[in-house]
Each structure stands twice: as structure tokens, then as C-alpha cells.
T-cell receptor, first 113, second 111 residues
Framework: SQTIHQWPATLVQPVGSPLSLECTVEGTSNPNLYWYRQAAGRGLQLLFYSVGIGQISSEVPQNLSASRPQDRQFILSSKKLLLSDSGFYLC????????????FGQGTRLTVV | QKEVEQDPGPLSVPEGAIVSLNCTYSNSAFQYFMWYRQYSRKGPELLMYTYSSGNKEDGRFTAQVDKSSKYISLFIRDSQPSDSATYLCAMSGGSNYKLTFGKGTLLTVNP
């Protein structure tokens, strides 16, 4: 069966520090991969999605970047965190290159102080 | 007009009640419709996935899609306290693979 791992679960980082969140998927190949941010009252905001290794699409201009160094690995990064980067970050995958459902990891709650 | 509209609630019902959750959408390209359940501080969990107009049933849950009205619903029968969560609708279709989500409805089922 397919599983998605996302870590860490919680993170407290000072302003200006770097960020690296990692997500891996097991039990499938060539998934679509996504990074979302969820803020209270604002729903799920799509940050990045990837349809293959090295292929990243950015949805909103921001202080973050994403990379996909391997087929089932998706990384969310920042060189210098801002207070406004605080939030609940979710990684997700969908099994086919088409319009199918997405499956989410358990999320990382990031607090920038 | 937002692509997906969902009443944020909160919605509070007694145990055993029938719950109705709804979303409307404006993009006629949407063809795939999903409902997710999200417990506090957890990732969303897929509950239902439908493609066509009509009803789909899974245990106590029924998803309903009316493409002509651009309206989808999730019904929960015999609601339980364990159903207390935020319910998110999501949909996709058109020129890319992205899901568009509603903002979620917070449901509390009181014992």
C-alpha cells in the first residue's frame, strides 16, 4: 500500500533562519506531488506542484522554493524565514497524471518567532 | 466570484442526526469531486471521490453531485461524536491537475 511521510511534525524557527521540510512517498511511482499551506480561515493554499523529477510549478510568489530530487521525494525550502511563513504545511500526492484524488501527509506546523 | 464556496459553519448537531454539508462552484470544467475529513492538527483524509452527477454511498456517508447546478453535498447519517472534524470539499478538472478546495466546514457532533 502507498504511504506518505512528512517531517518534522512541529518546528519552531527564528526569523531569518533557513527551512527544509521533507516529504517522501512509498509504494507508488511517478506520483504528482504537492505542497500546500493551510492558514486559519483561509483554507488550503497550493504552493507548489510537481509532475516529475526536477519539474516544479509555483502557484504563488513567496519566500519559499521546492525541489524534487528523486521521483518520490519533495522538499520545501526557504533561505530566510519570515514571520508570515508560519502555518501548517501539508505534502500530498496523487497516483496518476490525471484528475484523481490526492492523499495528504500529517503536516508540519511551523512557527516562525 | 470564488471558484469554490463552502459555508465555514460552525455546525453543531446532536449524536444520531443527519448532517448535510455543501459546496458550490463556478468553474464548469470541474469534473472530479472529493470530500476530505480533517481532524484538528492532522492532515486531510479522503472520504469520498466521485466523477459524475448523482449519488455515491459509502457506509454512513453519501456524496451527491449536481453538475447542472454546480452544487455538491455530503450527507452523514447517524452522526457520531467521532465525526467531529472539519470537512473540506475539493474538485478538479480543466487544463491542469490541481485540486481546488473549499475553506472547510467545522462540524461538532454532541453526545
Amino acid at each position: 500500500s502507498q504511504t506518505i511521510h512528512q517531517w518534522p511534525a512541529t518546528l519552531v524557527q527564528p526569523v531569518g533562519s533557513p527551512l527544509s521540510l521533507e516529504c517522501t512517498v512509498e509504494g507508488t511511482s511517478n506520483p504528482n506531488l504537492y505542497w500546500y499551506r493551510q492558514a486559519a480561515g483561509r483554507g488550503l493554499q497550493l504552493l507548489f506542484y510537481s509532475v516529475g523529477i526536477g519539474q516544479i510549478s509555483s502557484e504563488v510568489p513567496q519566500n519559499l522554493s521546492a525541489s524534487r530530487p528523486q521521483d518520490r521525494q519533495f522538499i520545501l525550502s526557504s533561505k530566510k524565514l519570515l514571520l508570515s511563513d508560519s502555518g501548517f504545511y501539508l505534502c500530498a500526492w496523487s497516483p496518476l497524471k490525471g484528475y484523481t484524488e490526492a492523499f495528504f501527509g500529517q503536516g508540519t506546523r511551523l512557527t516562525v518567532v | 466570484q470564488k471558484e469554490v464556496e463552502q459555508d465555514p459553519g460552525p455546525l453543531s448537531v446532536p449524536e444520531g442526526a443527519i448532517v448535510s454539508l455543501n459546496c458550490t462552484y463556478s468553474n464548469s470544467a470541474f469534473q472530479y469531486f472529493m470530500w476530505y475529513r480533517q481532524y484538528s492538527r492532522k492532515g486531510p483524509e479522503l472520504l469520498m471521490y466521485t466523477y459524475s452527477s448523482g449519488n455515491k454511498e459509502d457506509g454512513r456517508f453519501t456524496a451527491q453531485v449536481d453538475k447542472s447546478s454546480k452544487y455538491i453535498s455530503l450527507f452523514i447519517r447517524d452522526s457520531q461524536p467521532s465525526d467531529s472534524a472539519t470537512y473540506l470539499c475539493a474538485m478538479s478538472g480543466g487544463s491542469n491537475y490541481k485540486l481546488t478546495f473549499g475553506k472547510g466546514t467545522l462540524l461538532t457532533v454532541n453526545p
